[in-house]
């Protein structure tokens, strides 16, 4: 995100993460799985079967479209 607005980027994560990846039912599974691994990065691939990284590279990809469909 362009602004840095670290909230704006945290909400867009966790919109993505629901509509598209398992929503609440899976942000529920990471963060049981992180109490008991104590490692969120083994928790979040392990939950969403793709690294952190690849997750990462998606939420670019919808950052840049809903920055670009905010701006029409």
């Known amino acids: 995100f362009s602004s840095g607005c670290e909230y704006l980027a945290g909400a867009a994560t ?6 598209k990846y ?5 942000i ?14 083994e928790s979040f691939t392990k939950t969403y079967r793709m690294s952190l990284r ?3 590279r998606r939420a670019d990809i919808y950052a840049k479209y809903i ?3 905010a701006n029409l």
């Open 28 to 41: 529920l599974d990471l963060y049981a799985d992180i109490r008991v691994t104590g490692d969120f990065l």
């Open 67 to 69: 920055s670009q469909a």
């Open 14 to 19: 966790l919109e993505l993460l629901i509509a």
């Open 22 to 26: 398992g929503g609440i039912p899976k």
């Open 54 to 56: 690849e997750f990462e």
